[in-house]
């Protein structure tokens, strides 16, 4: 009932599981997936452009399932948002994220994905800084990513993104063109970073949104970052738009810490 995705993930099915007792059954093993070990952090370089040098990796969270194979996170983010356990998956992740991040050479930045559900916790600033303190890596090495989805996220959240800034961190805002409130939120959302969706990077069509946020990404002063960059034309395409950095397979598939840090020996890094 499975179908065997990119780069070997086992991807489940959209709504296989969905409901009921299956669903109570993710939930039970995921839980017991975070607390024993079964979590694994696989980072995507993310390159210059022009150039296609290394200027960090965005971490992307795997499940070593014991009877499955390694799962992506399309086949329980969904179930861990909906049931909190996002909270400590994402807690582990930056942990994890950070400590490996520490460990690679010069200004390397990690990029960590955080819920919107996260951002709202109170003591998530906390959590940052934490984890910062215990890895040893410098605040501004460290992006968190933020999807729009979150920007009327409610609760601590508009105090917690400024809390983050104040720490040294430095924000992106994910998958972006793909939700209802773009302008807005480049007015009131502190970011220092936007992230192109990859659906607005086209094989072969126009490029006219993509032009268009590198555009804003301009008028704002901020970095602008193509994602699911798959082939030499696009990376040229971006570039001549004025895009900063570039991921995507093109350059690099998301890879284990250890494979990273054999790359990262291998070459020069910015
Ligand atoms: P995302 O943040 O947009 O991450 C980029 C996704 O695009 C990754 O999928 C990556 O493998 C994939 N990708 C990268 N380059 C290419 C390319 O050239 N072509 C194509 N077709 N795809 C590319 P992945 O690893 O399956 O992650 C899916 C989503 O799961 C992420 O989307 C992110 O929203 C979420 N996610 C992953 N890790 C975490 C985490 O630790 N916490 C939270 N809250 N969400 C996470
Ligand atoms: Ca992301
Ligand atoms: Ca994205
Ligand atoms: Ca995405």
Redesign the pocket.
């Given at each position: 009932v499975k179908a065997r995705g990119?780069g070997g993930?086992e991807r489940y099915r959209p709504g296989m599981e969905a409901r009921g007792a299956e669903r109570r059954r993710l939930v039970a093993d995921l839980h017991t997936a975070i607390t024993s070990g079964q979590l694994v952090t696989?980072f995507?370089p993310v390159v210059t452009l022009p150039g296609g040098r290394i200027t960090g990796a965005?971490?992307?969270?795997r499940w070593q399932h014991p009877s499955e194979g390694l799962l992506?996170?399309?086949a329980f983010?969904e179930a861990a948002e909906q049931s909190g356990l996002?909270v400590a998956?994402?807690a582990w992740?930056l942990r994890d994220a950070t400590r490996e991040a520490a460990t690679w050479p010069g200004e390397l930045t990690v990029s960590?994905?955080?819920?919107a559900r996260q951002l709202r916790e109170t003591g998530f600033p906390d959590l940052v800084a934490a984890a910062l303190r215990d890895s040893g890596l410098p605040p501004h090495r460290l992006t968190v990513?933020i999807?729009e989805s979150l920007a009327v996220g409610g609760g601590a959240t508009a105090g917690n993104l400024q809390a983050l800034r104040d720490l040294g961190v430095r924000l992106s805002l994910?998958?972006f063109g793909t939700g209802a409130s773009t302008l807005s939120l480049l007015a009131s959302c502190p970011v220092d970073q936007i992230k192109l969706d990859?659906s607005f990077v086209p094989d072969g069509g126009s490029f006219a949104i993509a032009d268009a946020v590198a555009q804003m990404a301009r008028a704002f002063g901020l970095q602008a970052v193509a994602?699911?960059?798959?082939t030499a034309e696009q990376a040229a395409r971006l570039t001549a738009l004025g895009y900063d950095r570039a991921?995507?397979?093109?350059f690099a598939?998301?890879m284990s810490a250890a494979d990273l840090r054999a790359r990262l020996a291998g070459e020069v890094v910015v």
């Open positions: 990119e993930i696989h995507q965005e971490a992307l969270v992506g996170p399309g983010i996002i998956l994402g992740v960590v994905n955080v819920s990513e999807t994910d998958d990859r994602e699911g960059v798959e991921q995507g397979f093109h598939r998301p």
